[in-house]
């Protein structure tokens, strides 16, 4: 399988980037074609400008500066988000990822005089979110898990009809024990070889 992973974290030496690394030993583990995007590392604007999105339905070849993302959504059969969540949602580097990229004629066709979108992702099968979150699961439980509904239920719809969407979450970070943190990393790793 071609794996898509966006890594959305400021910080190299971050338990979120251990996250990153174990989800990608995992797939290359399990022989799976791994493309790793890393926000940061490669400077990614998140700012979706004013032209853009009054160009929102322009065709995708009048966005040439995101070509090569457009390219790698088109190739990935899986998508792998690594983020902290912050303030119930990704960070907005990950955020304006997805505001610029799963964008028209890439994630959707919007047809003049057609009701609603028509998903263009077929070949995105599996959507994998590995997050941590400060706040207890109940917590985010109570606040509707933004984050997790903004993938799970808006960005799966514009995926193959049978896309599956996983949710892999360590709740309380701030309060867990290393070997509570090293748990999940096995967890993580472990998921993605089973992809």
């Not at 003049?112 to 109940?138: D, Q």
């Not at 985010?140 to 799970?152: D, M, Q, S, T």
Request: charged residues 25%; glycine residues 6%; proline residues 7%.
């Amino acid at each position: 399988m071609k794996a898509l992973v966006v890594y959305g974290h400021p910080l190299d030496d971050s338990y979120c980037a251990a996250l990153r690394d174990r989800a990608v030993g995992g797939l290359r583990a399990a022989d799976h074609d791994v493309d790793v995007l890393d926000l940061y590392a490669e400077a990614f604007d998140p700012v979706l400008t004013a032209d853009e999105r009054a160009g929102h339905l322009a065709p995708a070849a009048t966005k040439p500066h995101l070509a090569d993302h457009f390219a790698r959504l088109r190739w990935a059969e899986a998508v792998v988000l690594v983020y902290p969540t912050w303030w119930g949602g990704p960070p907005a580097i990950v955020k304006g990822w997805l505001d610029r990229v799963w964008a028209n004629e890439v994630a959707f066709d919007l047809p003049p005089g057609a009701p609603r979108i028509r998903p263009r992702l077929s070949n995105v099968r599996r959507l994998v979110v590995v997050t941590t979150h400060g706040s207890s699961k109940w917590v985010n439980a109570l606040e509707g898990e933004p984050g997790k509904r903004i993938v799970g239920r808006s960005l799966r719809l514009l995926c193959h009809r049978r896309a599956r969407f996983r949710w892999l979450a360590l709740y309380g970070i701030d309060r867990a024990t290393p070997a509570e943190r090293q748990q999940f990393l096995t967890h993580v790793e472990r998921a993605m070889t089973r992809l």
